[in-house]
């Protein structure tokens, strides 16, 4: 439910999956699509999208990333807006394309110009349309953890919880330290594998410590790393991206499953 | 010290099984981050503070010979001497120097950081001349012949039972009914000792926090009052000092001051923040016959002009790695060089080669906690990348990095083709889940199936899903 004036126009939106969404977790991209055209957009999903190419921008491989870079704005520049449920993937359209093409005298003002267009699908929601309410019940107590890429460099922290306010029957049970790392990094949790659980396993323990039932954030990697986590250790608290219950679609099985009795 | 930066990961291993190790690191997680938060929370115009911080070293940079040139002006005009070292080695021979025809036996030490940079301890050993730490952390550590594993609480790493010990250890006058359980029996042990060497010193050595232009000044911050004692009983007073430490007037140290300790430790101010300018006038009480700087570049103008400049503008306030989750996880002695956490992970590949320091830039999740607390704005997740791309273009990155990014990113450059690999991929994957919907073993993820589970795919990919329903 939105407050924009009816005149508002209806925009077309292109969704940006991200790969992990659309490798992994699906739902939370059919979460996206309802979210958005509840919130008056036409959404389309172009084929030809297959990474934001952090992958290779944070290994230091310039020439790929930029390579990705010119393939996503070529695909997406058209639409009104761009829009994409992770920070992580919306930071690195928004603030990293236009540093990386910066020295590309033929891309750097299109860089520039897709800037303005991308959003996380959250913030999209509450900042520009203006969304104060959504339409969905779970029953049940809900921890949020802020991934790192959106609270910084996007600075979304408020925008989720006041969404998840108006979902009915959900209590939420904030963790300590909601804000700090949980370790995924992206090659990082290959690369320094024991580094990145040591970080996790600190963060499993707020997270067990809140009480909540469910643990939500924003971005499928650090759901991927604290699911992975928690099921590993036994926990029966269950994993999803906060779009799937802002949008109300609970009824698939959590990311990484639900605890069979203690296993290993 | 040893460089062991190569060894990152058998240093982080062992760290981590380090359960002392792993008690001590909860105070820098635990009680740094909360005292900065407080003071940060009581100074309204702490985030413009911050902005005028970052303008005024951006400033100082930009015009770095000026104001060098001016500062040596008004040390000389002061009675004191300047010395310029472009190198480690220099500095080292410098410092040598002043001291034989000072004829020193003993020198005292304030805490500083370039003097480990410089490896001054050692290199003094090895030319007759004892050195003795006088800030009680860095004592410590000189007790275990030991390194720093925090730039300002050099002895983080360590509980006060091995403290206790070392001091029965070395301390052989100590009676043993005499109670060290406390910290501050620790303390006034350490006082006691260390009162006698400050006068039996001939040269007193400091770093400097800050160096004047305006009046000539250096100036440290202290916590213990051993940098003032160090630095007014000595006969000679010896300041070294990186170059980018200057700042143009009182003024300017002023307001970086209001940051610095906040940023650090959560206090307003230092206990002691203390000016020095020149040697003892003729109507003085006290302080040193001589007074000379050392001003050392050691690699500091070859970053001017660089995608790494902006480092240039840290004031060596700890906040970084007070607030790093891999700081938190390994402690500082994993880094395996001078200058631990996220502002080393910058800083020492610019001193050591990226060739010998490449875990260091590319240990870090990204998180920008780090960025988020410097009191400089200096961006260092940004400039750890810019380390990864050096890597990349001189073929230094590992080489299963290097074919894994190649073999992904001919996938991801070709959408059709991505497609098709990507649907097969999933669906096998998604079937291998089963019904528990994860795997606890995949082939070439070990590094996380062997800590965690890996979420099993839903199957269908989304892009092809919600294209074929909707019959695009």
Redesign the interface.
């Known amino acids: 439910m939105t407050d924009m004036p009816p005149e508002a126009a209806s925009p077309r939106v292109g969704l940006f999956?991200t790969?992990l969404?659309?490798?992994?977790?699906?739902?939370?991209?059919?979460s996206a699509?309802k979210l958005l055209e509840e919130a008056g957009c036409r959404v389309?999903?172009?084929?030809?999208?297959?990474?934001c190419?952090q992958?290779?921008?944070?290994?230091?491989?310039?020439a790929?990333a930029a390579?990705?870079a010119r393939?996503v704005i070529e695909v997406f520049e058209g639409f009104d807006y761009v829009v994409a449920p992770s920070g992580s993937c919306a930071a690195m359209l928004k603030k990293h394309y236009p540093e990386l093409l910066s020295g590309d005298a033929r891309w750097a003002e299109r860089a520039e110009r897709f800037s303005d267009k991308v959003f996380e699908l959250v913030s999209f929601l509450t900042d520009i349309r203006k969304v104060v309410r959504v339409e969905a019940a779970y029953q049940g107590s809900v921890t949020y953890h802020d991934s790192?890429?959106g609270l910084?460099?996007l600075g979304i922290s408020a925008q989720p919880r006041k969404l998840l306010a108006t979902v009915e029957g959900l209590e939420l049970r904030e963790m300590k330290d909601s804000d700090?790392?949980c370790?995924?990094?992206?090659?990082?949790?290959?690369?320094?594998?024991?580094?990145?659980?040591?970080?996790?396993s600190k963060k499993t323990v707020n997270i067990e410590a809140s009480g909540a039932d469910l643990l939500l954030a924003g971005d499928m990697g650090c759901l991927?790393?604290m699911?992975?986590?928690l099921?590993?250790e036994g926990s029966a608290i269950e994993v999803r991206h906060v779009a799937e219950v802002l949008a109300g679609m609970t009824d698939?099985?959590?990311?990484?499953?639900?605890a069979?009795r203690r296993?290993? | 010290m040893e460089l062991t930066s190569p060894a990152f990961?058998a240093n982080?291993?062992r760290a981590?099984q380090d359960a002392q190790l792993q008690k001590a690191l909860g105070n820098v997680e635990k009680g740094f981050v909360a005292k900065r938060a407080a003071a940060r929370q009581a100074l309204p115009e702490f985030e413009a503070l911050r902005d005028q911080g970052r303008a005024l070293k951006t400033h100082v940079l930009e015009h770095l010979d000026l104001y060098l040139e001016a500062y040596e002006a008004k040390v000389k005009a002061s009675g004191g001497h300047v010395h310029w070292a472009e190198s480690a080695e220099q500095a080292r021979e410098i410092i040598l120097d002043i001291c034989r025809k000072a004829e020193a036996k003993t020198v005292t030490k304030g805490k500083s950081m370039i003097s480990e940079e410089i490896d001054l301890n050692t290199f003094l050993e090895e030319n007759g001349i004892e050195a003795v730490e006088t800030d009680l952390g860095e004592y410590i550590i000189q007790l275990r012949h030991e390194h720093p594993s925090h730039i300002i609480a050099p002895a983080i790493h360590l509980n006060k039972e091995q403290v206790e010990e070392d001091f029965r250890r070395v301390h052989t006058h100590l009676p043993d009914s005499r109670d060290l359980s406390e910290p501050v029996a620790l303390l006034s042990e350490a006082r006691a000792v260390l009162r006698q060497r400050y006068f039996e010193a001939d040269v007193g050595i400091t770093g400097a926090n800050f160096l004047i232009a305006e009046t000539g000044s250096s100036v440290i911050v202290t916590n213990e009052g051993n940098g003032d004692l160090t630095q007014s009983l000595a006969r000679v007073h010896v300041v070294v000092a990186s170059i980018e430490k200057i700042v143009p007037t009182l003024e300017d140290c002023a307001s970086i001051l209001r940051l610095l300790a906040r940023s650090a430790t959560g206090q307003d101010m230092s206990v002691y923040t203390t000016f020095s300018t020149g040697p003892r006038r003729p109507e003085d009480e006290d302080g040193p016959e001589a007074y000379h700087v050392v001003l050392i570049d050691n690699g500091r103008t070859a970053m001017l002009g660089s995608e790494f400049e902006e480092m240039l503008r840290c004031i060596r306030c700890g906040a970084c790695m007070n607030h790093c989750?891999?700081y938190?996880?390994?402690g500082g002695h994993a880094y395996g060089s001078v200058y631990p956490g996220p502002m080393g992970a910058v800083l020492t590949p610019s001193l050591n080669g990226i060739n010998r320091s490449g875990h260091l830039p590319?240990?870090?999740?990204?998180?920008?906690?780090c960025?988020?607390v410097c009191p400089m704005k200096i961006p260092l997740p940004k400039m750890m990348?810019h380390?990864?791309?050096?890597?990349?273009?001189k073929n230094l990155?590992p080489a299963a990095?290097r074919y894994g990014?190649g073999f992904?990113?001919f996938?991801?450059?070709r959408?059709?083709l991505?497609?098709r690999a990507?649907g097969l991929?999933?669906r096998l994957l998604s079937a291998f889940?089963g019904?528990?919907?994860?795997l606890?073993r995949l082939p070439l993820?070990?590094?996380?199936t062997?800590?965690?589970?890996?979420?099993?795919?839903?199957?269908?990919?989304?892009?092809?899903?919600?294209?074929r329903q909707r019959g695009?």
Not at chain 2, 362 to 369: D, K, L, Q, W
Request: hydrophobic residues 35%; charged residues 25%.
């Open positions: 999956a790969c969404v659309d490798l992994f977790r699906p739902s939370v991209g059919f699509v389309e999903v172009p084929m030809a999208q297959t990474c190419g992958p290779a921008y944070n290994s230091g491989d310039r790929d390579d990705l393939q790192c890429s910084r460099e700090i790392c370790g995924f990094g992206g090659t990082f949790c290959i690369k320094y594998s024991d580094i990145s659980n040591a970080i996790v991927m790393n699911a992975g986590k099921k590993r698939r099985p959590p990311i990484a499953g639900t069979s296993e290993r | 990961k982080a291993a981590l989750p891999v938190h996880a390994v590319n240990a870090s999740t990204f998180c920008g906690r960025e988020s990348r380390w990864r791309e050096r890597e990349f273009e990155t990095t990014l992904w990113a996938f991801a450059k959408p059709a991505y497609r990507a991929g999933m889940g019904e528990k919907r994860r606890s993820a070990g590094g996380w062997d800590f965690r589970d890996m979420p099993a795919p839903e199957g269908e990919t989304f892009v092809a899903a919600f294209n695009a």
